[in-house]
């Protein structure tokens, strides 16, 4: 059976061919706003990049090298994971760390590729992020690690 070959898209992109109209303005600001992507949270990342084998405890622990994790959890739908989770640690400073600095950079958790950035709490959003979605892994004290509801 013969294939056909589809035409290759052109190799650039002239910037008014992406506008649509709208001026040089790029999607993200035509359609969101900082009102809509929430505050940031200063002492916790998000986590992108997670594969079904990751769990909140290999989260917690893997974190727990850079600083005092307080939280760790996996956001799911239906019992699986969304591929993303958030970091809660203790002091902010360790988030500005691995945000500003190449310590947070190239990060590999059982053979993924981690993607670390700022959180946002969304508006509307319960601030318990991870109730009904997952129950993450909390730190009650220096010693104990417990799993459970927030």
Known sequence: ????????????????????GHGDNN????????????????????????GYRIEERDLFYFFDTFG??????????????????????????VVKRLLDTEEGVGLVLKGRN??????????????????GRGQGLRRYDDEDYSQGEN
Do not use: W
């Open 27 to 50: 999607y993200r600001e035509r359609y969101h706003d900082d009102r809509e992507q929430g505050e940031l949270v200063d002492n916790r990342i998000y986590v992108g990049g997670l």
């Open 114 to 131: 981690l993607y670390v950035g700022p959180a946002r709490q969304r508006h509307g959003q319960a601030q318990h992020y991870g109730r």
């Open 1 to 20: 059976m013969p294939v056909k070959v589809l035409p290759q898209p052109p190799a650039t992109v002239e910037k008014s061919a992406l506008s649509h």
């Open 68 to 93: 005092p994790v307080q939280h760790a959890g996996i956001i799911t739908e239906g019992g699986n994971s969304k591929g993303y989770g958030f970091v809660t640690f203790h002091c902010k400073e």
